[in-house]
């Protein structure tokens, strides 16, 4: 079986993880799956946000590719990476189990101990809005790479802290990087902590051999989670947060949307049936409704 993937060192080491489940549930040896690494186009251009340069779409597009040609049986993807709508062709074949859903602090113990008037690097819209919420008086500079070029920029000094999420630390062995945050009260990103594996919608054989190594309780969740995302009309450009927990049967998730500016801020909350997207999809309608213009523009869901 060979499986597509980013060539980023988290990237790489969420293939192998994958890897190692397939070989374990199957019975396969290891020269039985194959790891078909890609440079993606989201990993050439670091010097802009994504969403000026081509958005989520960035981090697939070669991945799409080869498994649409069949040059690869399925792509590894991190969850949270994958655009809300995707090419029929595909399908979503697994997710493995959740790691930490939780953002990681790099630079301060929590959010009430940055330095007043501190630069904070990100390009992500959920981070910097979330945080100038809390924090107004910090300055936000765009930050973009994989985990060890990020965090040599902040130690060169280009910023005084940082955010990395939590499960990509764990999965490079480098857990002892930074604070968690309490995803309560700062809320993650949706699908954050997920690896979803893709295949051809067509291709019976390898989306069996993929269901067998997923989580049940994390495809519930994700899915809630990405309805909530396609409910809201969201984008690259889109502050939203969102935390998704229960068990198998019933879903409790907390959202909210932002201006990027952090100056609104709107939240909201629901318990569900897991599966009854409808109780979601009217949740993204109320935050919408209760939003000014400085959010809603950056939201289709309401129009």
């Known amino acids: 079986m060979r499986l597509g993937t980013r060539n980023s060192p988290l990237a790489m080491a969420q293939a192998v993880e994958t890897k190692a489940r397939l070989c374990a549930a199957h019975g396969w040896s290891e020269d039985e799956v194959e790891l078909v690494p890609v440079m993606a186009s989201g990993d050439k251009v670091l010097d ?11 981090w697939t597009k070669e991945l799409d590719a080869w498994l649409a040609e069949g040059l690869i049986d399925a792509s590894v993807h991190s969850a949270k990476d994958v655009e809300t709508i995707r090419p029929d062709v595909f399908h979503f074949a697994a997710f493995l189990p959740r790691a930490d859903r939780r953002d990681a602090l790099v630079g301060a113990a929590n959010i009430a101990a940055i330095p007043q008037g501190a ?9 910097a809005a979330q945080l100038l919420n809390l924090r107004p008086d910090c300055k936000v500079v ?19 802290v940082t955010f990395l999420a939590a499960a990509g630390l764990e999965r490079l062995g480098q857990s002892d990087v930074g604070n968690p945050l309490p995803s309560e009260d700062w809320l993650p990103a949706a699908a954050q902590g997920v690896i979803a594996l893709e ?9 069996a051999n993929l269901a067998a190594i997923g989580d049940a309780q994390t495809a519930a969740e ?22 998704c927990q229960g068990d198998l049967d019933t879903l409790t998730m907390q959202a909210a949307v ?43 869901g309401g129009k």
Request: hydrophobic residues 40%; aromatic residues 4%; charged residues 25%.
């Open 142 to 160: 765009t930050f973009r790479g994989n985990v060890a070029t990020r965090l040599g920029k902040l130690k060169a000094g280009e910023a005084d």
């Open 222 to 243: 994700l899915t809630a989670e990405r309805a909530l995302l396609a409910a809201l009309g969201g984008t690259c450009h889109s502050p939203v947060a969102v935390l």
């Open 199 to 207: 295949c051809r919608a067509d291709d019976a054989e390898a989306s």
């Open 48 to 58: 802009r946000p994504l969403s000026e340069i081509g958005g989520k779409a960035l």
């Open 258 to 300: 932002f201006s990027p500016d952090g100056s609104e801020r709107v939240a909201g909350n629901v318990t569900f049936a897991a599966n009854d997207h409808g109780a979601v999809a009217e949740l993204a309608r109320d935050l919408l409704s209760r939003a000014s213009i400085a959010v809603t523009e950056h939201f289709t």
């Open 119 to 127: 630069t904070v690097g990100t390009s992500a819209p959920r981070r």
